[in-house]
């Protein structure tokens, strides 16, 4: 999951003047100068995904964190362990042919740091020509005047056909977080760092007849006009800061000024990047962890600060429950800390802090969360070694966990009726996935997903495992399973070994869902010379996740039972299989 910068603050983007990027801002100092507020250099770990518009994943973009760069692999996925970053800065960038250059800057967390891109397309929006005065805009009435002066990246004067991309990024975009460059965090004109509230961003491209980039002309400027969002209009300041982002260094910079005309922001700008129109406010760094009531750490935990102007931003804790970011200072904060299912389960007021913290751990009730664990096996049975699943829903992130000894384990909130996940899991080594999975998810302390084996996308599959015995892949033998009208009327196991005559268990006609032998699930038989007692009550909880006929179904079986001399043995069993 990924882990969003708490900057209590929407984000804008406008345009300013500064055609050559020196490494420096307008306050005169160097980048060296700014980047004293990071701290000293740390090694960390990053996993993230880089996607579209529409969430695909996109494939061979090159992912950079300082002198690391790597590609995206076929589901978008990325993983760079020991990267040197800052103790409270990092900035990861990732760039494709084709689309705008992305990027994410966070106050990186000692455990796994989940990043989300997600890029825009450049295509053109329309053309214009040299030593002509124009105009582009789009729906919103945002749009930008030329004065038809143009030049190419050496200063040299361009003539002919230029093609101009322009998006406009609101602050009502729910995915603005994943859209924007770098996160609202700036350098002010005083050399002061700052967290930002946006009214509105916009990104500017301009390429040749060749497809060469192009700026606008020394000494020349262009008009933007930016729309402002409806819920902000009325709050919204006579005049405002213009804040350009430095792709170099991966901060906002101040840089002019844009002046409120009815509902638009209007200024001039001297070159074009991702600009940003925001009221700036004094920052300081804060740490957020979330912890059950056994003292452990809560992963995918919903956090919302909110800022005494009615400001707020919502993210999820890291695997050691940790939340950080860059917030106002010297202004009240309301924490909220809430469960899957929106409900809030602890509030914390925090008044006018004034330097860097860590605040005292929230507690979130051990009923509440879920450790899910299970194992990610290869076509042969054998743990995957490099590989990653990719878990989420409607409520939770999707989130990226890598696999590196077959095993995984996180914990996530729960709600106190089931919730469904969607699991995916990937082995790097032998290019395998599995495709998308349903899991019903209870509030238990453990949920066993069993193991899984990632093979295709299509395949039927099915183990088992007794004891601390081995982990049975596709065994010979037979998994039948009875459904019709979304309802499991009855499955059976059998293997092909003489020995081994299999068990069966009996259904009450059961829907998706979490059930017991209590529900009056019967399992007899006897499995590897191990006889069944079904008349002894066993812990066996039986999971169906999938329920639509023509697709698949998957079950989990987990827990111990009894054999007829007494003796206690665990069994976990996972299937999934196609409904005809």
């Known amino acids: 999951m990924k882990k969003i910068l708490l900057l209590i603050a929407a984000s804008s983007l406008l345009f300013s003047c500064d055609p050559v990027d020196d490494g420096s801002s307008s306050s005169g100092q160097s980048d060296t100068t700014f980047r004293q507020n990071f701290g000293p250099s740390v090694s960390r770990d990053f996993i993230g995904q880089v996607v579209d518009a529409s969430n695909s994943p996109i494939v061979s973009a090159t992912v950079k964190i300082g002198s690391t760069s790597v590609q995206t692999d076929v589901n978008g996925v990325f993983i760079i362990n020991g990267a040197s970053v800052n103790e409270k800065f990092a900035y990861v960038t990732a760039t494709k042919a084709g689309y705008i250059d992305g990027s994410r800057s966070l106050v990186p967390t000692s455990g796994k740091n989940n990043v989300k891109i997600m890029l825009i397309e450049s295509g053109s929006l329309q053309t214009v020509h040299s030593g002509e005065a124009s105009e582009v805009s789009i729906y919103s009435g945002t749009k ?62 301009l390429r040749g007849s060749a497809g060469q980039k192009l700026q606008i002309a ?10 402002i969002d409806d819920d902000q209009l009325a709050n919204a300041p006579a005049t405002i800061p213009l804040w350009h982002f430095d792709e170099e260094a ?15 922001y209007v200024g001039n700008v001297g070159h074009f990047s991702w600009w940003n129109c925001d009221a700036p406010f004094p920052t300081i760094a804060l740490t957020v962890t979330i912890q059950d009531a056994t003292g452990q750490p809560v992963a995918n935990a919903g956090v919302k600060i909110q800022s005494a102007l009615g400001n707020s931003e919502i993210g999820t804790t890291n695997e050691n429950g940790q939340i950080s970011g860059q917030v106002p200072s010297n202004m009240q904060l ?32 051990a009923s509440t969360t879920t450790i899910v664990q299970g194992s990610l096996l290869q076509c042969d049975g054998n743990p995957i070694t490099n590989g990653y699943l990719i878990y989420g829903n409607d409520v939770i992130p999707s989130t990226t966990v890598p696999v590196t000894n077959g095993s995984f384990s996180f914990s996530i909130p729960t709600c106190s009726e089931d919730s469904v996940i969607t699991v995916f899991a990937y ?47 596709n065994p010979g033998g037979e998994f039948s399973l009875l459904y019709s009208n979304n309802v499991v009327h009855y499955f059976s196991f059998g293997f092909s070994n003489a020995q081994q005559t299999g068990f069966e268990i009996y259904s009450p006609e059961a ?20 006889t069944v007692n079904a008349s002894t009550p066993n812990t066996l909880l039986f999971v169906i996740s999938s329920a639509l006929l023509g697709g698949y179904v998957d079950l989990t079986i987990n827990g111990t039972f009894q054999d007829s001399q007494g003796v206690w043995h665990t069994l976990n069993v996972t299937a999934h299989r196609w409904l005809y």
Not at 175 to 194: H, I, K, Q, R
């Open 218 to 227: 020394e000494g020349h400027t262009a008009q933007i006009t930016l729309r």
């Open 250 to 264: 991966g901060w906002w910079k101040e840089d002019g000024q844009a002046a409120k005309q009815g509902n638009y």
């Open 427 to 473: 082995d790097a080594n032998n290019q395998k996935s599995t495709g998308n999975i349903l899991y019903t998810i209870q509030s238990i302390p453990i949920t066993n997903l069993g193991s899984i084996p990632v093979c295709s996308s299509d395949s039927e599959y099915w183990s088992y495992q007794i004891d601390d015995g081995p982990v049975i892949l």
């Open 144 to 205: 930008v005047n030329f004065d038809g002066s143009f030049e190419d990246e050496n200063g040299i004067a361009y003539s002919g056909d230029v093609a101009v991309s322009l998006f406009h990024l609101t602050p009502s975009n729910p995915d603005v977080s994943s859209l924007m460059p770098g996160m609202l965090y700036a350098e002010t004109a005083t050399g002061s760092e700052a967290v930002l509230q946006t009214f509105g961003m916009i990104n500017v491209e």
């Open 334 to 365: 309301m924490i909220e800390l809430f469960s899957p299912c929106g409900n809030v389960v602890s509030t914390m007021q925090i008044n006018s802090l004034t330097s860097d913290t860590i605040l005292p751990p929230m507690i979130m009730s």
């Open 511 to 530: 829907t998706v869902g979490t059930y017991t032998t209590a529900d009056n699930f019967n399992i007899t038989g006897e499995s590897n010379g191990i």
